[in-house]
């Protein structure tokens, strides 16, 4: 089991463990997104929890400014979205039995990476900005390398292993393809429609309008 110690601060619990939202997620209707889990999370006096779930209620928060940016930590590497969504390809390519990953899924796999990393490290992971996209969150940079492949699966090869991440990092990485990778594409695109930064970044548009409206 693996365990992310978190710093305390303002009354924050010192530690938030992926085994305990592992069962928050298993008792949650199929599939679960990230603010069902976050809910039950806060509503069990997990205040770190608590926070972020506040944040994706509001769409906006004092931390906006630098999810968007991508700040990150003294001494860590700013990360690209790419970096990750390459980490996440070389993931499913060393499964048993590798699933086909394809665009859509790893557009949405990274945006439940950063909501989590938010929840448990309070940093973002990589820098970006996710924009409110007709078929849910999408980074334009990680789209312009990797729409050639539509809807048809990445190859393996263009996975690979992103070696400056932190063990607890590395391990938030994982747990999110083995808690999210198991849904289609589809699945995760209607679980982002169903949350609030999406649909309150998009406004009034109706569900097939484009629009480049940043997610904050």
Known sequence: ??????????????????VFLDSIANRSPHPFPLLTCLQTAARTQLPRAA???GWLRRGNSSASENVQSGASRKGVPVRSAEDIARHLIALASVA??????????????????RGWSLALHETPLFAGTFEAWTHGPAVRELYARFKAFGSTP?????GHVDETL?????ALVSWVWRR????????????????????DARGALSSDAPSNAPIS
């Not at 089991?1 to 992926?18: D, I, W």
């Not at 590798?98 to 990476?113: E, F, G, R, S």
């Not at 990445?154 to 263009?158: H, M, R, S, T, V």
């Not at 932190?166 to 590395?170: F, K, T, W």
């Open 166 to 170: 932190s063990a607890n990092e590395r």
């Open 180 to 199: 999210y990778g198991r849904f289609t594409a589809a699945a995760l695109r209607e679980m982002t429609h169903r949350e609030a930064p999406w649909r």
């Open 1 to 18: 089991h693996h365990s992310f110690p978190t710093r305390s601060r303002s009354g924050l619990v010192p530690n938030l463990s992926l």
């Open 96 to 113: 048993s039995e590798p699933p086909p990953i394809t665009h859509l899924q790893v557009q949405k796999l990274l945006y439940y990476a």
């Open 51 to 53: 926070v972020l779930f």
């Open 154 to 158: 990445i190859p393996a090869a263009e």
